[in-house]
Every structure is written in structure tokens, then in C-alpha cells.
């Protein structure tokens, strides 16, 4: 089975400018929960979706969005970017909601805000 | 005060050494997972523990719910267990991860 991928894996944006992320799960799962991960902050959590609904969200301002089609690939978009939103992003995905379930993470899309 | 914290948060020591990384959390919890992270982000998703104790190799993790408290080892170290190990929770409340700031740990030929 293929692993959880991520498109794209490095991005370069300007300041004020939108960003859309991509990851698609491991074949039959449904569950994808997003996360940023910085130097100083470490990994916080974005959010999770399963069967396209938005289960939980992180404490993240509302620029941050995803969504999550009936295939269960899912987007992360950030609007209006900040020289902070320079992080690696990871997407993980599960069979089910976790914790019942193992978390399998992507590479990551490193972006970097200008 | 972090919900979950792990020491210590850099480790360095010779192959061959036995090496423990501790995890202490203040949360309820249904699961506690350990994660590995090599240079370059690569997440790699190694136990994940609610009681007792679990084997894979020379990793052994262990969790004590009553002190909140969880422990990785690794036996006979190799460089290339050279990583950042993370210890995450799964809050019972909400089912949210909570993130420990990880363990650096260096293992020198």
C-alpha cells in the first residue's frame, strides 16, 4: 500500500498571499488530521477530519481551513499568509478517528513565507 | 505548565548504551503514542500504548496510567537511532493530541 502523501513538498509564498496544501491518505482510510510543526513551537495540531466532517480543530486563527472530500483526500488552506505560517505541515491519516486507531504521517510540505 | 512533558530534551551518549526517554502528562488520556522524527520530517508513528508495556525490536515502551507517567527504551543504541523522539496523548476528554516538545537524541559511533 502506498504511504500517506503530500503535494506539494516545498513551497515558497510572499507575505499576504494563499497557499493550498494537499495530502491524500493511505488507501481506506478515513481519518486525516493536519498539523504544524515549528522550531519553537514544536507540533501543534490543526485539525481532523473524518468522512469529511471537520471533528476537531486546533487553536489556530481563522485563516487556517481544510476540507476533506469523499475519497478522503483532504486541502489545507491558509489565507492572508504571515512570515509566522513558515513551518512544516504534516498530514496524518488513520483507519478511524485516533486514538482507537494508528496515525500514519506524510513527509510534509515544507512552505516558506517571504 | 505543559500538559505533556518529556526529558530529557537532549541526549547524547555512545553506541551501544542503553537509552531512556521519559514522558509525564497532566491530562486524562484514552492513548499515549511515541513518534520518531528523523532530519528531513520524516514522522514515523513507532507505539501507541493505553496500559502495560509494548516490544518492537530493541524499543520497549512502557506506561504507568495511575502516575501518568510513560517511558521509551532503546536497547543496545545504533547511530542511527540518532532522531527527535515525541511523546503525544490522546486526551479522553476530546480526542485531541497534545504534543510533547520532543528528545533530541544522539547516539556516536
Known amino acids: 500500500k502506498a504511504g500517506v502523501t503530500q503535494t506539494p513538498r516545498y513551497l515558497i509564498k510572499t507575505r499576504g498571499q494563499q497557499v493550498t496544501l494537499s495530502c491524500s491518505p493511505i488507501?481506506?482510510?478515513?481519518?486525516v488530521s493536519w498539523y504544524q510543526q515549528t522550531p519553537g513551537q514544536g507540533l501543534q495540531f490543526l485539525f481532523e477530519?473524518?468522512?469529511?466532517?471537520?471533528?476537531n480543530k486546533g487553536n489556530f486563527p481563522g485563516r487556517f481551513s481544510g476540507r476533506q472530500f469523499s475519497n478522503s483526500r483532504s486541502e489545507m488552506n491558509v489565507s492572508t499568509l504571515e512570515l509566522g505560517d513558515s513551518a512544516l505541515y504534516l498530514c496524518?491519516?488513520?483507519?478511524?478517528?485516533?486514538?482507537?486507531?494508528?496515525?500514519?504521517f506524510g513527509p510534509g510540505t515544507r512552505l516558506l513565507v517571504l | 505548565k505543559n500538559e505533556v512533558e518529556q526529558s530529557p530534551q537532549n541526549l547524547t551518549a555512545q553506541e551501544g548504551e542503553f537509552i531512556t526517554i521519559n514522558c509525564s502528562y497532566s491530562?486524562?488520556?484514552?492513548?499515549l503514542h511515541w513518534l520518531q522524527q528523523h532530519p528531513g520530517g520524516g514522522i514515523v508513528s513507532l507505539f501507541m500504548l493505553s496500559s502495560g508495556k509494548k516490544k518492537h525490536g530493541r524499543l520497549i515502551a512502557t506506561i504507568n496510567i495511575q502516575e501518568k507517567h510513560s517511558s521509551l527504551h532503546i536497547t543496545a543504541s545504533h547511530p542511527r537511532d540518532s532522531a527527535v523522539y515525541i511523546c503525544?496523548?490522546?486526551?479522553?476528554?476530546?480526542?485531541?493530541?497534545?504534543w510533547g516538545a520532543g528528545t533530541k537524541l544522539i547516539i556516536k559511533p
Open positions: 491530562v486524562g488520556i484514552s492513548a
Open positions: 477530519y473524518f468522512s469529511e466532517t471537520q471533528r
Open positions: 503525544a496523548v490522546t486526551m479522553d476528554s476530546n480526542y485531541q493530541l497534545i
Open positions: 488507501s481506506g482510510h478515513r481519518s
Open positions: 496524518a491519516s488513520s483507519l478511524a478517528l485516533p486514538p482507537q486507531e494508528t496515525q500514519y
